[in-house]
């Protein structure tokens, strides 16, 4: 069978491709290199009891909660540089599974610096947001549009606290704004049915479902047009190409067995992260593209960013005697400081940033570690500071620059035969400025609310940055020029027609606002595309 | 999208969040009264025991770390970490040696008093340790305060969460009520 269609990877972008171009009627294959995980089986227990803390220990992971995260993959790249980290996680839905679901819009001036404008992708915002399920409220912020939204979560005590400390900056002219934030979470009836959220805290392995993911929304409904087949442990090896030298014919993928086997096909969407698509589009490489396929540009690993960060920790004293079972919730961070520097950047560094905020005692975690001591008042003290606790934790975009990317290890190849990615990363001067900026702004409004300063970096250093691991984007970067980009403003690559790309590697800038919303959204209009090209027959 | 679209995973999710549930409920049991030790004595359980009730007493707001019985938390976890059963293993050993130096006893006859005095002489210089028994305060802190508030007692004592209607996972924390002891 020639399929229309092979979708590759089955997570935020993948998941969203297969449905859109099934309901298009288009025969498609799903090729996931996991298996399907069950939730509140395979993870997602809302509290640890002895028979699941065995397993996990038994199972190499840690104590603790249950989450999808522990099904990352362990060693899967090289890392060079300033410990950059690489969540791959194998499994039907991906990283759907495990992330957060803060959905949020990029605004029309993070677009600016793209070949498309905002008002092009806001309808599949919009389609995304109802199709998802997000909660949240209307905010009416310039660059972070309000969306289509079920009944909002609040945010916590010392969040609040935090929102007047920013009240108060902004009576002095300052540019900023404390929103509650906007996830994929049904906090009400949806069309989905996906049970309501029950505010466990859990959201790393929705144990019911009530989270989107790839897995419990758009493949289930992708399998019912019946166009859709899904290959699960099946991971690709090879890209095959077609008599015409680029013109995708195929892949080749290991079945559970090991064994090799071969799928057809007229179209192929990589849709395998912005680090594993970028590996698997320069290990396969041809008499016409030495680089690596889709690759004449040289850019299919280049201009690799991510988000990064820190934490400050605040002290809100008059929290202390507060219901603290009232700190349940979707995770941790259910507020965010957003509205700086938008559209009047900082002079110190180029980008902008946002600063995710949670607080108090949720019951997975003790989010503040550092007390000293032991004894009566040692357990006191750390239960009262982690009651009265704000965090603050930053998410910046990393300046693009040569000094990170991807390429090859050419000595390390996984079980495939494949060579691991190298993830190369270096902090910049701007980065660095950035960062010490949050630390200033947060402490800043720490105070301004009344709170006082726990935990702060106070001067920053490189060592201090954490990489988010789960946000890189950009290694087939969308452009007008062939020369200085992988895939035309269709997520098309202008190599080869039929290639399309399906994941955040196609981000040509990066915001400060998280990716998932945009992934999915312009993967719904990737996959229109291809099936409208397929249809016009211009592939 | 319509709801026409939607209604085929409606069946499929509802029923994948009924199953969890109903797992939440009646969830495989293992039971816990009678908890045998895996990786260490019981000797070294019961110096581990009064060690970690040091660390997290009980006070009048909620039970200790002995209630929570938080040394059988660090058996298992020893049981199935290797390096965390070595690392205790060593720390105890470190432990005894300062008994010695300090007292002239081995850890094992140390009072309460006496325990209390080493986690003193061990925790000078918290977060900067600089030889065995420094190291050790460490580790057994950090298992300390992570085996109480995994424990019921630790989250609905100390945490404040409400139990759960049908108990909280009735036989299945170690220190869930009405097991062991």
Not at chain 1, 96 to 110: E, I, N, Q, V, Y
Not at chain 1, 366 to 382: I, M, P, S
Not at chain 2, 30 to 38: D, G, M, W
Request: hydrophobic letters at 35%; glycine letters at 10%.
């Amino acid at each position: 069978m020639v399929y229309d269609a092979i979708v590759v990877g089955s997570g935020p972008g993948g998941g969203i491709a297969a449905y859109a171009l099934c309901q298009r009627g288009l025969k498609v294959a799903l090729v996931e290199a996991g298996r399907r995980l069950v939730p509140g089986k395979d993870y997602g227990r809302d509290l640890p009891p002895l028979d699941l803390l065995a397993r996990r220990l038994k199972e190499g992971k840690s104590g603790g909660f249950d989450s999808a995260w522990d099904y990352r993959e362990q060693d899967h790249f090289t890392p060079v540089g300033d410990r950059p980290a690489h969540g791959l996680l194998k499994a039907l839905g991906g990283r759907s599974l495990c992330w957060a679901g803060h959905t949020l819009r990029f605004g029309p001036l993070d677009f600016q610096k793209w070949p498309i404008p905002y008002d092009e992708v806001a309808p599949y915002y919009a389609r995304a947001e109802r199709f998802m399920g997000v909660y949240g409220y209307k905010d009416g912020l310039s660059n972070l549009p309000d969306g289509e939204y079920l009944a909002p979560v609040p945010m916590r005590a010392g969040e609040s606290l935090l929102r007047r400390g920013v009240a108060r900056l902004k009576r002095t002219g300052r540019a900023m704004d404390y929103i509650a934030l906007r996830k994929a979470m049904t906090t009400g009836k949806h069309a989905s049915g996906r049970a309501i959220c029950q505010y466990c805290g859990n959201c790393g392995g929705c144990p019911i479902d009530s989270k989107y993911t790839s897995a419990n929304t758009p493949i289930p409904l992708a399998m019912k047009t019946g166009n859709l087949t899904v290959f699960t442990n099946a991971m690709l090896t090879r890209i095959l190409m077609g008599r015409e030298a680029n013109r995708v014919a195929g892949i080749e993928y290991t079945n559970p067995d090991g064994q090799t086997e071969k799928l057809e096909c007229r179209t192929l969407v990589m849709a395998c992260s912005a680090v594993e698509t970028a590996r698997i589009l320069l290990a396969n490489r041809t008499k016409e593209f030495p680089q690596g396929l889709a690759n004449s540009s040289g850019q299919v690993g280049r201009n690799l960013t991510s988000h990064f960060g820190l934490t400050v920790l605040g002290l809100f004293p008059q929290l202390a005697t507060r219901n603290r079972s009232d700190d349940a919730g979707t995770g941790y961070y259910h507020s965010l400081l957003t509205g700086m520097y938008w559209d009047k950047p900082n002079p110190n560094f180029e980008g902008t940033y946002q600063v995710q905020c949670g607080s108090g005692l949720p019951p997975q975690r003790l989010f503040y570690r550092g007390e000293k001591g032991f004894g009566a008042g040692f357990k006191q003290e750390l239960l009262r500071k982690n009651i009265c606790h704000v965090g603050m934790n930053m998410q910046g975009s990393l300046l693009v620059s040569k000094n990170k990317y991807i390429d090859l290890d050419m000595d390390r190849l996984d079980r495939y035969g494949i060579p691991f990615p190298r993830i190369h990363l270096r902090y910049e001067d701007s980065d660095l400025a950035m960062a010490q900026d949050v630390v200033n702004v947060s402490e800043e409004i720490i105070r301004a609310g009344g709170g006082e300063v726990m935990t702060s970096p106070g001067k920053v250093r490189s060592e201090d940055l954490v990489i988010d691991s789960n946000h890189w984007v950009g290694t087939a970067r969308m452009g007008r020029n062939p020369k200085l980009s992988v895939v035309n403003v269709d997520s098309q690559t202008h190599d080869i027609p039929n290639l399309f790309i399906g994941d955040a590697s196609v981000f040509p800038q990066y915001p400060e606002k998280n990716p998932t919303l945009t992934n999915i959204a312009l993967s719904w209009r990737m996959s229109e595309r291809l099936a409208d090209k397929m249809r016009r027959k211009e592939i | 999208m319509d709801r026409r679209e939607l209604f085929p995973i409606l069946a499929a999710a509802s029923v994948a969040g009924l199953q969890a549930q109903h797992e939440h409920h009646k969830p495989a049991l293992v039971s816990t009264a009678n908890y045998k030790l895996q990786a260490f004595s019981q000797e070294q359980n019961r110096i581990l025991d009064e060690l970690t009730d040091i660390v997290i007493p009980a006070d009048k707001d909620s039970g200790g770390a002995r209630d929570a019985r938080v040394s059988q938390y660090i058996d298992l976890v020893a049981f199935h970490v290797p390096v965390v059963k070595k690392a205790f293993e060593d720390g105890l050993r470190d432990f005894d040696v300062l008994a010695s130096d300090k007292f002239g006893h081995p850890l094992a006859h140390l009072n309460r008093a006496q325990m209390s005095s080493l986690l003193e002489t061990a925790s000078s210089q918290e977060g900067a340790p600089r030889n065995g028994p420094e190291r050790f305060f460490e580790l057994l802190k950090f298992h300390a305060v992570e085996g109480f508030r995994l424990s019921y007692i630790g989250q609905t004592q100390w945490m404040g969460y409400k139990p759960h209607p049908e108990g909280l996972y009735p036989d299945l924390t170690l220190d869930s009520p009405g097991v062991g002891n």
